[in-house]
């Protein structure tokens, strides 16, 4: 399925790795949470093989519990590593101020927008601790309008967080935006086809979408992906 | 308030017509009341014999409240080692088929053979007839379980019996409450029945005594008790379910086939 990633992440930095569907980007994430274990090699977390509960995952669905309000919904994986169900409220009450959540620590899942319920389960997620927060598809499921001001939202938050960040995604122009690191995976068997740091300095709003810059490199991730998919009456 | 008149309004109705067209049937061709006696003479007799009906009722209650009980703690038990082990559930599944195609006519009194005429066989006959629906049930929720919140909890570091508690039970809840109402509605006629084959006491024997006596307005009586112990049952389920897992109706409002035996 993969062939040898490299990937270096840091606290604070966030890369993005943008593939065709089918080139593993989500079992990479899978691997790297400790979901699954590699054919050969070995992935290392903080030089740690153990994963497991170490770093914060964030699907593509919210997968909120409807029997919790949103404050537990968010406490889930502090409740599983022991902590003091009034101590992992308060905690996550914190953050729910922060993510502009306050007011809403009651409310049932049902009742929240859907991008209240993705802010929660970032809350979940960052909650979850670990220095790493994986990120797969985590905008995937929302409409357009919605996950602009997610990418707003979470472009304004991330520095804030101090944490390494790795985002799967197969949007190009949302690669691009977050991301401080663009890594282009080619098809099965996938492989690191491209890297493409990023020229914007954060802090960074959407404004940066509309230069010229962003458009050419744009296109240039475009032809990489384009490079390892099977194009249109090409050979199979 | 007007929405409840609404719906209350169509079953009362139809109830009153036919109550109606059974008294003046009766009554316009004088059928014998031992054949068939009409509601009014019915509810007379059930008034007159009020303290024999609740003497024999207080113990089918017992009865079916023990049985309910044993049936929800060996149901919980089996559906979750079927959760917990592929092994239980090859093993037990097939047993479980086979204990529902045995008649209860067929174990009742076998049950009296073994236990003699006290509480313990009419027990095990209600517990019979209620755990099947419940562990089918149980074990089902447990199993719609989504794989995605598995590997979400898996990632947060959660052993298996931490995501046992925290998903797939909750999961499970809705799933197990219609199994209980399914069952709940066989448990006061396996009493009877458990009752109707060999007791002291019980509407079940009442039911025997009342039918050899040709006090058909007996039999009838006990019907209605009977089919009130039900609902009573039934209506305590669903106040449970409201109480315990109210998210359930924000998903969704689905109610159980009302059935008997």
């Not at chain 1, 068997?189 to 960074?204: D, N, T």
């Not at chain 2, 046992?164 to 399914?182: E, S």
Request: with cysteine; aromatic share 8%.
């Amino acid at each position: 399925m993969l062939e040898s990633v490299t990937l270096t992440l840091e606290r604070g930095g966030f890369i993005a790795l943008a593939g065709p569907s089918g080139s593993g980007k989500s079992t990479l994430l899978n691997l790297i949470a400790g979901l699954e274990e590699p054919d050969a090699g070995a992935v290392r977390l903080n030089g740690n093989t153990a994963r497991l509960g170490r770093s914060g995952f964030m699907p593509q669905r919210d997968l909120l519990h409807p029997w919790r309000d949103a404050l537990g919904n968010a406490t889930v994986a502090l409740e599983v590593q022991g902590v003091a169900k009034r101590e992992a409220r308060r905690r996550a009450a914190v953050l729910f101020a922060e993510f502009g959540l306050a007011g809403f620590e009651r409310a049932r899942p049902h009742e929240l927008s859907g991008g209240m319920r993705q802010r929660v389960a970032l809350a979940r997620t960052v909650l979850a601790g670990g220095d790493l927060i994986l990120l797969d598809e985590p905008f995937g499921a929302l409409d357009a309008l919605t996950r602009a001001q997610m990418q707003d939202w979470l472009l304004d938050t991330w520095p804030r967080l101090n944490r390494a960040g790795l985002l799967v995604t197969h949007d190009v122009e949302e690669a691009l935006l977050l991301a401080d690191e663009v890594l282009v995976l080619s098809a099965r068997p996938g492989r690191i086809v491209e890297r493409l740091v990023s020229p914007f300095a954060r802090p960074r709003g959407r404004g940066v979408t509309a230069t010229p810059e962003f458009g050419r490199l744009k296109l240039h991730l475009l032809d990489a992906l384009g490079a390892g998919e099977d194009r249109p009456g090409g050979p199979r | 308030m007007s929405a409840a008149v609404r719906r209350l309004l169509p079953p009362a109705l139809l109830t009153t017509v036919l109550l109606v067209a059974w008294e003046g049937y009766v009554r316009a061709t004088a059928v014998s009341p031992t054949i068939l006696p009409g509601p009014w003479r019915v509810l007379r007799a059930s008034i007159d014999a009020r303290e024999v009906l609740w003497y024999h009722a207080r113990q089918t209650m017992l009865e079916t409240a023990a049985g309910f009980v044993l049936a929800v703690v060996v149901a919980v038990i089996c559906a979750a080692a079927i959760d917990f082990f592929l092994p239980a559930r090859r093993a037990l599944f097939p047993l479980l088929i086979v204990s529902q195609t045995v008649p209860i006519i067929a174990i009742a009194p076998l049950l009296v053979l073994w236990f003699g005429y006290g509480t313990l066989p009419k027990v095990l006959v209600v517990a019979l007839v209620c755990f099947f629906p419940m562990v089918v049930a149980a074990a089902h929720g447990l199993a719609s379980t989504e794989p995605d919140l598995t590997r979400l909890y898996r990632t947060f570091g959660a052993s298996r019996w931490q995501r046992f508690v925290l998903v797939r039970v909750p999961v499970a809840l809705p799933a197990f409450f219609t199994g209980a109402k399914i069952a709940i509605t066989y448990s006061v006629i396996g009493a009877v029945f458990g009752e109707y084959v060999g007791a002291s006491r019980g509407l079940g024997i009442l039911l025997q005594t009342a039918k050899n006596s040709y006090r058909t307005d007996l039999v009838f009586a006990m019907i209605g008790v009977t089919a009130g112990l039900s609902l009573a049952l039934y209506g305590l389920a669903v106040l449970l379910e409201r109480l315990l897992i109210p998210w359930a109706r924000t998903a969704g409002d689905h109610h159980a086939p009302e059935s008997s035996t």
